[in-house]
């Protein structure tokens, strides 16, 4: 799996923004082009990156309608904290640009 980057510093290498540690969201079963714990992260980390959902799922090959499914999943607790700490990032980055 490939992130893209921007040509930015990435936000995760930023310390007065961090992403906070998440559990991923567990799956029923595991498909290599589904949503891995890898996937997931790299999500996140593109979010945070982006500030674009749409952007964010397209840069780890998923799609957004996906992601939003996962997001209601009833065990995606940790992650949607996450997403929501990574979409401030994200949208503070597009401010700051």
Sequence with gaps: ??????KDTPVKNNPARTLPAFTPVPRKTQRHDGWTPERQHGFIEALADYGSVRAAAHAV???PES???????????????????????????????
């Design 67 to 97: 992601a939003y499914l996962l997001r209601r999943h009833p065990e995606a607790k940790s992650f949607r904290k996450a997403w929501e700490a990574a979409l401030d990032l994200g949208m503070q980055r597009i401010e700051d640009v």
């Design 61 to 63: 090959g998923m799609t």
């Design 1 to 6: 799996m490939r992130v893209r980057k921007t």
